[in-house]
DNA sequence: ACCTCCCTGGCC
DNA sequence: GGCCAGGGAGGT
């Protein structure tokens, strides 16, 4: 699913395909895609005419920069996907929103479940929007350690949910934080504030390792094929996953049988030997 | 801090 | 026919 990879992968095809380029025609075909809107026609409006000056990411955010002061907010929430395509190219079974750019190139939001959305939104509501509230994104700005440790302090909920609340920290989702754990010798229901400072620090030093080769493989699409790069190929991270999805195989550093629970709604995956 | 809901393809 | 996957929003 689409997760901090993910997402970069995406913003890395799209950004020189569009970076600088009109949009000059928009379709919500899926009107709850524009559901932060009190109507679905004003994202069209607001976007239509006006040109992508630059494409940024924030955790799992697209944010696009357009003239005007426009912010263009992408989310592909849990099945979406960017499809970079022409103008007239044989569409994809949910192809839920269209952005066209110069009468051309097509930015298609394809999302079975319709768990993304797509807004647009003016200077005065971005501070009051989610993405104002999003932690330190955890590629571009993970904290040092002792700035870590400081947030933890004092934390009761278990690791494994600080690392998914994006408030905390932006970009890691159900894998890439099993992922991370286990690299870094965690058990996921560790209480935040238990961790030593040698825990911290190895958490802190297994973020970028671990979101760096998902990006490396173009992300983790798995077997469903929902998440793919924008020109339709898979990326391949899946098969190296050390323990998200492998209940009861063999854990990849230590041979053990990975173990897996049920922690605040979420299937969780880790190595019972590796990670204390 | 925690729970429920949203949504649909794929699988049992 | 029913359950499962889960990111984020909203409620308690």
New binding site residues.
């Given amino acids: 699913?689409?997760?901090l990879p993910e997402v970069e992968a995406t913003r890395r095809h799209v950004a020189p395909a569009v970076t600088g380029r009109v949009i000059d025609a928009v379709e919500v075909r899926?009107p709850?895609m524009a559901?932060?809107h009190a109507r679905p026609g004003d994202f069209a409006d607001r976007v239509t005419g006006r040109t992508l000056e630059r494409l940024d990411r924030h955790?799992?955010?697209l944010l696009g920069r357009l003239s005007g002061d426009v912010t263009w907010v992408t989310?592909?929430?849990?099945?979406g996907r960017v499809s970079l395509a022409g103008k007239g190219d044989p569409e994809a079974?949910?192809t839920n929103v269209v952005v066209r750019f110069g009468g051309a190139t097509e930015f298609r939001l394809v999302d079975?479940?319709?768990?993304g959305?797509v807004a647009a939104l003016l200077p005065d509501e971005v501070a009051g929007?989610?993405?104002s509230?999003l932690g330190p994104d955890a590629l571009d700005a993970l904290p040092r350690t002792p700035a870590l440790a400081a947030r933890l302090a004092?934390?009761?909920?278990?690791i494994k949910?600080l690392l998914?609340?994006?408030r905390f920290l932006?970009g890691l989702?159900?894998?890439y934080?099993d992922e991370v754990l286990h690299r870094a010798g965690i058990l996921p229901s560790r209480p935040g504030g238990s961790l030593d400072g040698g825990e911290v620090a190895a958490l802190r030093r297994s973020i970028r390792p671990v979101l760096d080769a998902g990006l490396r493989h173009g992300g983790t699409s798995l077997?469903?094929?929902?998440y793919l790069l924008p020109d339709g190929r898979a990326g391949d991270y899946l098969s190296r996953l050390r323990v998200?999805?492998r209940e009861d195989r063999p854990c990849r550093r230590c041979g053990t049988p990975v173990r897996?629970a049920?922690l605040?709604?979420?299937?969780t995956f880790w190595c019972p030997e590796c990670q204390t």
């Fill in positions: 699913m689409p997760e899926r709850r559901r932060r955790g799992k955010f989310h592909l929430g849990m099945s079974p949910h079975p479940r319709t768990f959305f929007d989610s993405i509230l004092g934390r009761t909920a278990p949910a998914l609340d994006q932006a989702g159900n894998i934080a077997d469903d094929l929902a998200y999805g897996r049920v605040r709604q979420r299937s």
